[in-house]
């Protein structure tokens, strides 16, 4: 109950406990500018994180329901095992549609590697067949054996080997960000640490007074913890507001799914960002307390 | 006067039981850097007491009165302070325990930044008896030490007179049950040291225990036509009875 009531206080003030400590200008701007510093990572942290949770969704998302059929065959027999690739689709459960990739289509997907004057019908290129999925997708295996035995050049492509190390990274991406945020979380609560022990340690006259007149510890640690979290609340709202600021400025998604556009909040996420300085403030008060108990104890 | 008063205690609950020592040293002493600065003090103060602690410079009074609140423990012996043994004491312990002692230091502390006059209310707000304090009694408290003028000056901006005085000023505000004070008339001219020693008196008249460490026997002698104090000495790291060379 007491830890409650000196949380409670620091909203509440107490005006004598403030005063007994002096203004210290330096640390008070060191806190703000640590809090503000580090409220403004966690944001681009946060923005990271969450960007490349969505990354990882769409990427495994669009790369599940479609898959590709690879047609390799001699010239003449191209359109029929096209049409018996087609044929083998068309009766499978999981299959919404399919349909053979034009020249055009192939031609644009292979002129950023060859360029635009490709001359496609002189080389051996294979046919593609675009399948696009329903429901839980086909049965890869029993449909790979259908191909092999109607279509023998036809190979089923359901990009797995794509789909898999792009989520994977995305995934990584995204626990990066989040141990990044703890990071951050874990230097603030060091430096405001810090900082509270060397006000603790300037302040020594201060203590020898408030002790000499019967001042429990606790009533010296609530006048360093209102100080220090207060500072760490107002630097980290500046830093959110500025961080928040730039990622509005951050270009929006591209429809190519380029890795570094998108790189901000969607929807309710942009509630996360507004939690972050009461968390500042929260990893001010704890460690603030914490360094304030034990530098008192060491003094007594 | 303004002094708080202790019924007002009573009504909030804090109940101080009636102790029949204040400060109670047995065998007790003090060894520092392999130096015996004090060794087989036995002393009692009784509520209501009036003492000095005499003794050459360096002989150990302050040292003795550091032990009366608190700020050193003893190397050997026992000390109880309202019949509590300081070993067994928490630092919350010490901190009420504190605020039923006023303490006078030779080298009075005070929080620079705060005026004289919110230095002196300072024990109020601390043990949360800010409704005792009313700018009134603070002003009865700087009038009676001759502060009027000065309530609203810095701690640094006082002479050294001056900061006994409102040491001693606030030491008092609490009411307390006991008074330390170490050499509380140093720095003051004879006139003002008579008038300290009055308000000392005055205190002790109204039950308030007293001690005060001196080398000034013309003090102990002006007090002594006032009130029946016993003088102490220490000599040789022992606590004596003085009195007949006085």
Redesign the interface.
Known sequence: MERLRSLMDIFNGDG??D??V??SGFTARLTSFTAASMAFLAVFALALSLATGRLAARWDAELARTSTIRISAPEGQMAAQSEAVLEVLRTTPGISSARVMSDAEQRKLLEPWFGPDLPLDTLPVPRLIEVLEEGRGPDAAGLKLRLAADAPGAVLDDHTRWRRPLVNAAMRLRILGVVSMLLIAGSTAAMITLAAQSALAANG??I??????????V?IARAFVRRFTLRALIGACVGTGLAIIGVLFMPAAAEEGAFLTGLGFKGWHWILPLLIPPLAACVAFWATRWAAFRT??RL? | MFVCDARKDEKRGVKHEAEKTLIELKNAGFTYGGREILSEMTLQLQPGSFHFLTGPSGSGKTTLLNLCYQALLPTTGMVRVFEQDVRAMTRDDIARVRRRIGVVHQNCQFLDHLSVRENLALPLAVSGRDDDLHPSNVDDLLGWVGLTERGDALPPELSGGERQRAALARAIIMSPDLILADEPTGNVDWEMAQRLLALLVELNKMGKTILIATHDLNLIRTVKSEVSARVLRISNSKLQLAGADL
């Open positions: 004598n406990a005063r007994v002096p203004p006259q201060v020898s007074v408030l002790r000499l007149i019967g001042a429990r510890d009533y008192l104890s007594s």
